[in-house]
């Protein structure tokens, strides 16, 4: 069983477009995350939700929009794809906060030509 | 504000070595730390943490990790290298001060074990 699951897996698309990338988690987690690993394989924190609720937004260009349908899922869409989204996106989840570990989806693997 | 620092970009060890990844941080409060190894194309797996109580914690793998509170340090070992564990490690940490939900990771320490 694939504990958090992302789709696609590889999206390669034209600037100025508009995807979705989505997440699923089994676990009962009431927490997800998404995060952006440059080509450097920085990784660095997007949003975070907790039961459905915002909580974290971490400057990210507002082209991105989260969405938490219910605890088990987080949908990232990103409008007018540019050059620099091209990253692969990660999405977490963990149950509470601060002294508990995340479990990560495989990724997704953004290009924009 | 909180921040995590690996010195190495890199670090190559014999199989059958001992090996050290190295890890500093700052947090204005109580750290909670974090080691996450990332393999080619795939999401990162934890290893382990600490949050409270004794300084030495085991994690998966054989992995384990010092807490070092005056050096604000939190480096990775393993007795033994095995060269499956040729990855990249992440250490990350919390402020367990104010709700933790904001992990801040390191750049990576990509580690290359050698038969």
């Known amino acids: 069983d694939t504990a958090v699951s992302q789709t696609p897996k590889y999206l390669v698309t034209q600037m100025g477009n508009d995807k979705s990338i989505k997440c699923e988690q089994n676990?009962?987690?009431?927490?997800m995350y998404w995060y952006k690993q440059d080509s450097k394989k920085f990784l660095k924190i997007m949003f975070s939700?907790?039961?459905?609720?915002?909580?974290i937004n971490e400057t990210v260009p507002n082209r991105f929009s989260p969405k938490s349908p219910d605890k088990a899922h987080l949908n990232l869409h990103i409008n007018s794809l540019e050059l620099g989204d091209s990253a692969v996106y990660f999405c977490?989840?963990?149950?509470?906060?601060?002294?508990?570990?995340?479990?990560f989806g495989p990724g997704t693997r953004l290009t924009v030509l | 504000a909180q921040s995590v620092a690996q010195p190495e970009d890199q670090v190559n060890v014999a199989e059958g070595n001992p090996l050290t990844v190295k890890c500093t941080y700052s947090?204005?409060?109580?750290?909670?730390l974090f080691w996450y190894v990332q393999y080619p194309n795939r999401g990162l797996q934890f290893l382990l943490k600490?949050?409270?109580?004794?300084?030495l914690v085991k994690g998966s793998y054989g992995f384990e990790a010092e807490f070092n509170k005056s050096q604000t340090s939190f480096h990775l070992k393993k007795p033994s290298a095995l060269v499956s564990d040729s990855a990249l490690y992440f250490c990350?940490?919390?402020?367990?001060?104010?709700?933790?939900?904001?992990?801040?990771f390191g750049a990576g320490t990509r580690l290359f074990v050698k038969a």
């Open positions: 977490a989840s963990s149950q509470g906060q601060g002294s508990s570990e995340q479990f």
């Open positions: 676990l009962g987690h009431d927490t």
């Open positions: 939700y907790n039961n459905k609720e915002l909580i």
């Open positions: 947090v204005s409060g109580n750290p909670y």
């Open positions: 600490y949050i409270t109580g004794d300084n």
């Open positions: 990350a940490v919390r402020d367990g001060n104010t709700g933790g939900f904001k992990t801040i």
